[in-house]
């Protein structure tokens, strides 16, 4: 456990020291700051876009912030070689995996307490409440998402050789995983059954970020802020981040550097 | 006498990188190799010989494609094992945002030094490697010479028994030169093992036990230092007769 917290703690440092991603977190912040000049266009709903445009620069930045990071690691371990010198000290590759996948949504979640506070006080500013319980669950279940897909991104990174194809999977994987839940609706009806088979396979391999996507449903009266169907999409993300880095561990100790 | 690396018809080939599975590379061949414990042995050769190749495969970095490899009598796939090495590659890097003495003490949670005695043990290897000034420096702060004695320091921060450098005067200024071949001389003295591999013939001269020479993928030739100087008289001599095919 120390060694996964000891490789936890160094990609977290080198994370969130790293010039881009501190422009990056000035960068999210003032996009949330941007929702109030937004506000003034909707007069009635003033609050109501202040969440719905903070909620969603929330969710960019959260996902810019995992590319990023998880793109300084990749280069630093492939292009620089550093991989090499951890891997012959006595840590086991799994618990490396681990520790990286710990430091990585952790930087994440340092960027997203920023730019949830200062969603928060925008809101107040504009006279909303600022612990709309709503909301605060969308950022959570963002975040749940953003996991998910982190452990994806670790997944991705032991099969792909390069960076840019790294870059490329993980936002096809984005894509899709917004996605697939209308194609399978899509194809429902209409599709013959290879294709049918294809969304199927594409629906239960590639994560269903959409979800985790709680923004859109703010104003929704159906359950989905029912404590029953948060917990469910929970369980599915936890699972998910299991089988994930369960394969990712797998093939990773296979790998030669 | 003990021997802490064993290498018996070690062959690696690369799996190829086109479709056809056609352009496959050997890298090393049949290598059979032998240190005893205590020895300091220095793997000549020229670029693309095999030599990091075969460090690579005694580290468990790369597995062989056949042929046996022993290091510390068992595998460096063993955790165990890899807590008694050391191991600096060539031209180090560390992430530039960290700090000298956190790089350092990230090292020591994965060798897990223990808490109460990790300053103090980080302090007397940034000591030894000339860096104690530089502990609070960022790695971005330290030019090339002083990156490649904090590669020095975490290859020999857990006191390994058995240490692999990988080209270590790489990058070095003639002082660096000194301070590491002081380093490897203080550590033979200790009783350590050390395999190195280099082609700065000057440093192997001064420090090495036993020296082999890696050629095309072979080891071509393992002699003690003492035996190639008297029969070759220079360490260079003996190193261009063999990679010319005059030995």
Not at chain 1, 22 to 36: K, T
Request: include cysteine.
């Amino acid at each position: 456990m120390n060694r996964i917290l000891a490789v936890a703690e160094y990609i977290f440092k080198q994370s969130f020291r790293n010039r881009i991603l501190n422009v990056l977190i000035i960068f999210a912040v003032f996009a949330a700051m941007f929702s109030l000049a937004i506000s003034e266009l909707a007069q009635e709903a003033e609050v109501k876009m202040v969440m719905d445009f903070g909620l969603f620069a929330i969710e960019i930045f959260a996902f810019l912030t995992l590319v990023l990071s998880m793109t300084i690691q990749i280069f630093e371990e492939t292009e620089l070689k550093t991989l090499m010198v951890i891997m012959v000290k006595p840590i086991k590759r799994s618990e490396y995996l681990i520790g990286k996948y710990l430091g990585v949504i952790t930087t994440v979640l340092m960027n997203l307490l920023v730019m949830t506070a200062v969603v928060m006080l925008v809101v107040k500013l504009k006279g909303g409440d600022p612990w709309d319980i709503k909301m605060l669950t969308s950022i959570l279940y963002s975040y749940m998402g953003i996991c998910v897909l982190a452990a994806t991104a670790i997944l991705l990174s032991t099969v792909s050789t390069t960076v840019p194809s790294w870059v490329i999977y993980l936002f096809f994987v984005y894509a899709l995983g917004h996605l697939t839940v209308h194609l399978k609706n899509l194809v429902k009806d209409s599709a013959g059954a290879a294709l049918k088979t294809i969304v199927d396979f594409i629906y239960y391999v590639v994560p269903n970020l959409e979800l985790f996507n709680l923004k859109d449903k703010l104003n929704s009266t159906g359950g989905i802020f029912e404590p029953k169907y948060l917990l469910l999409v929970f369980g599915y993300g936890i699972l998910y981040i299991v089988v994930s880095l369960a394969a990712a561990c797998f093939i990773f100790d296979e790998k030669e550097f | 006498m003990e021997n802490v690396i064993e290498v018996k018809g070690a062959t690696k080939v690369y799996k190829a990188l086109d479709f056809w599975n056609k352009e496959r590379t050997t890298a090393i061949e049949n290598v059979d190799l032998f240190v005893a414990k205590g020895e300091v042995f220095g793997l000549l050769g020229l670029n693309g010989a095999g030599k990091t190749t075969l460090m690579k495969v005694l580290l468990g970095l790369l597995k062989p494609t056949s042929g046996e490899v022993s290091i510390l009598g068992g595998s460096a796939d063993d955790i165990a094992i890899r807590a008694r090495i050391g191991y600096l590659p060539e031209l180090p890097y560390f992430p530039k945002y960290l700090k000298v003495r956190e790089v350092m003490e990230y090292f020591a949670g994965i060798f897990g030094i223990p808490g109460n005695i990790r300053k103090q043990k980080i302090e007397s290897i940034l000591e030894i490697v000339k860096l104690s000034k530089k502990s609070e420096a960022g790695v971005k702060e330290l030019s090339k010479g002083m990156q490649g004695r904090l590669g020095l320091a975490q290859a020999i921060l857990n006191d390994p028994d058995l240490l692999f450098l990988d080209e270590p005067m790489s990058g070095l200024d003639p002082l660096g030169y000194k301070e590491t071949r002081d380093i490897i001389l203080d550590l033979k003295k200790r009783g350590k093992t050390i395999f190195f591999n280099s082609h700065i013939l000057s440093e192997v001269e001064k420090v090495c036990d036993r020296v082999a020479v890696m050629h095309a993928s072979h080891i071509k030739s393992v002699e003690t230092l003492a035996e190639a100087l008297k029969k070759h008289g220079s360490l260079e001599k003996y190193f261009v007769g063999i990679v010319e095919g005059n030995s």
